[in-house]
């Protein structure tokens, strides 16, 4: 115990002082940037190119280096780091394509409250800003509250306030508000600064000519902007009209896209300016027909990105229920539809994507609302319409990929266990098809999956539709049993020449399983009882097919290793196998070898025992009483091989005991 706290100790002194040390290099090294970076900005003439070279200087400017940040604010330096960012340097001056604007993107995302300045210059007098817009319409609606309750108390308590004004009051209220919004559209008509306006310049590029590298960082700067200056950045973007509709423009650069999404989902505490809501519904009906018109798959998959992300964040968006009630409107739900059915690969699987995030989203809702009640029964009216053109994705000649997303809807349409939709899917003859399928793509292990999903879940529905669809109209037992006579590499039903399986009978067999499984329920086990082949099927094939995959690897079951009581000689296994720990501990120590032993004295200290066994003397007490009988005369011979073990090798020997 003394060897391992002065190792311990010994180990935590030798920490600290590696600890220490790598904290005073980490110090040495920051202070090093600081002495550099402060000896480039004292000289005279210094230019910003070599300010950025310097290493460090964002680092810098994140711990506040006052002279740093004195020299970054100017407008001018401002706009060259924007300069940077949006425009490609000249062909072959990697400083200035790759470092520089790596670098300003770093700089201009920083947070720093005089950056933002630059972009947001402080509202000037007689001009309102919106902070202050805000807090006169709290103040006025506190004001109209208290006069309304000095107004009650003064009413008699019998008489009912009048419902006439009470509607009276909420279009009072309403003209009051619009009143504002237009007062702040008027005051901030063209909000934010040069900075910003150079800075967005950005996407007025033909799309042919944008650097994707450059949007990176323009994706970094305007997320900074969005997060730490929302109303005012989003009246910028929103206040004029095709304002942000130039980002529809470069919808196939992911970073462009994702601006799109952020201003589409944006979160503010504020209330809804409608205008801006008609703005961002514009961009909303872009992303809706560049489903149906365009043709890069960029463009496509970054569409259904966005409405994706709209429909996942509609509770936290600001006005992201009144986006997602014109996103059901039929017209919208019906295109969808359409698209999908569509020979377009990625059409396909754009479509696909947004109606299962719909689908999604009103199968994760909890103590749904009487308006989201409403918008999921227009949904399912719709998609309930629509099921045809999910047999027409799936008979069509799109890719493999968009027939997966396809059958990950047919399961989320079967989840929601509506009677409209289940009677549907079984008179479209959905089940049939994806049945096909698996035999048309038999290494598909992802459509595989989905389809296995849906079979699970029809097992456990109570709708006779979804049933006869699965068993009578897509013949389930049939396809198993067949499945398996003609793939085997198990020749139960005829010989056969085949060494392999086909790709699709591990779905086979899982699927067999959970029929068989389901069979407790009464439906089930009434329409199995009457088929004598499914009978014969579980009893040979699937049991053969069970027992084989759960054998275990190296042929036969692993034997026990547990030995009885009376078929264990004390005086040879467990004896031996002391004296080989012994031998073995003793070659390690370049020790010779020890025979056997004689009796030895009584209570030796561990070091005593350990050197009695050197010389070939055992130890022979034992406290009996603490021992049972039948290991007594075990322990009697080799309690002084434990005891030197014990010393050597202490865990060793616990685990052993």
Request: glycine share 6%; proline share 4%; aromatic share 8%.
């Amino acid at each position: 115990q003394s060897t391992w706290e002065s190792k311990s100790i010994k180990g935590f002194e030798l920490g600290s002082a590696v600890g220490a040390k790598m904290i005073g290099l980490f110090s040495s090294m920051f202070n090093n940037f600081s002495a550099n970076l402060d000896e480039v900005l004292r000289r005279e003439n210094v230019t910003l190119e070599e300010v950025l070279d310097e290493d460090g200087v964002v680092s810098e400017l994140r711990r506040s280096n006052n002279r740093l940040m004195e020299y970054l604010n100017d407008q001018e330096k401002i706009l060259r780091l924007v300069d940077f960012v949006t425009i490609v340097g000249p062909e072959g001056d990697r400083r200035r394509s790759y470092k520089l604007p790596f670098v300003s993107a770093d700089i201009l995302s920083s947070e720093s409250a005089f950056i933002l300045s630059h972009f947001f210059p402080p509202t000037e007098t007689p001009r309102q800003s919106t902070e202050s817009i805000h807090e006169e319409i709290e103040d006025g609606e506190e004001a109209k509250v208290e006069d309304e309750e000095e107004k009650e108390d003064r009413q008699p308590a019998e008489e009912p306030q009048n419902e006439g004004d009470e509607e009276e009051d909420k279009k009072t209220d309403e003209i009051k508000r619009s009143e504002y919004q237009e007062m702040h559209r008027t005051l901030d008509d063209e909000p934010g600064s040069e900075s910003l306006r150079r800075l967005y310049a950005f996407v007025d590029q033909p799309k042919e000519q944008l650097n994707v590298t450059l949007a990176g960082y323009f994706l970094k700067i305007i997320t900074t902007l969005i997060n730490k200056r929302t109303d005012e950045m989003m009246n910028y973007l929103l206040a004029r009209e095709n304002r942000a509709q130039k980002l529809l423009t470069h919808l196939g650069v992911r970073s462009i896209a994702e601006v799109i999404a952020k201003v589409i989902t944006f979160e503010s505490s504020t209330w809804m300016v409608p205008k801006y809501l008609e703005e961002r519904w514009r961009l909303v009906e872009g992303l809706l027909m560049a489903l149906s018109t365009s043709s890069d798959e960029e463009e496509l998959s970054n569409a259904a990105y966005i409405l994706s992300e709209l429909i996942a964040k509609v509770g936290s968006a600001n006005g992201g229920p009144e986006l997602l009630d014109r996103l059901l409107r039929k017209e919208n739900v019906e295109h969808l539809f359409n698209c999908l059915s569509s020979a377009k690969g990625q059409l396909a699987i754009a479509s696909a994507t947004v109606i299962s995030a719909l689908c999604t989203h009103f199968l994760n809702l909890q103590n749904k609302s009487e308006s989201e009640r409403a918008q999921e029964d227009r949904f399912l009216t719709e998609f309930t319409t629509g099921i045809s053109k999910v047999l027409a994705a799936l008979e069509g000649k799109s890719s493999l990929a968009a027939k997966v997303r396809v059958a990950e809807i047919v399961c989320q349409a079967v989840a929601f266990r509506n009677p409209q939709v289940n009677n549907e899917l079984g008179l479209k003859k959905i089940f049939p098809k994806l049945l096909q399928l698996v035999k048309e793509y038999p290494n598909a292990n992802m459509y595989h999956v989905q389809v296995e999903r849906i079979i699970s879940a029809l097992l456990e529905s109570e709708s006779y539709s979804l049933r006869k669809g699965l068993l009578d109209d897509a013949g389930l037992i049939s396809f198993l049993i067949d499945a398996s006579k003609s793939n085997s590499r198990f020749h139960i039903y005829k010989p056969s020449n085949r060494t392999s399986s086909a790709g699709y009978m591990g779905f086979v067999h899982r699927v067999a399983n959970a029929v068989q499984k389901a069979s407790v329920n009464q439906w089930l086990e009434e329409i199995l009882q009457k088929n004598q082949a499914w009978d014969d099927y579980v009893s040979g094939y699937l049991k053969k097919v069970n027992e084989n995959e759960t054998r275990e690897l190296g042929g036969g079951s692993r034997k026990s290793s547990t030995v009885p009581q009376d078929d264990l000689n004390p005086a040879e296994p467990r004896e031996n196998f002391l004296d080989t720990l012994v031998t073995l501990s003793m070659h390690q120590q370049g020790q010779p070898e020890i025979g056997r032993t004689v009796v030895g004295p009584e209570d030796p200290s561990p070091s005593a025992a350990q050197n009695n066994y050197q010389q070939g003397v055992p130890y022979n007490e034992v406290e009996e009483e603490r021992i049972p009988a039948e290991h007594t005369q075990f322990l009697q011979t080799n309690f002084w091989k434990i005891s030197y073990l014990s010393e050597e090798h202490g865990d060793l020997i616990s685990d052993y005991s």
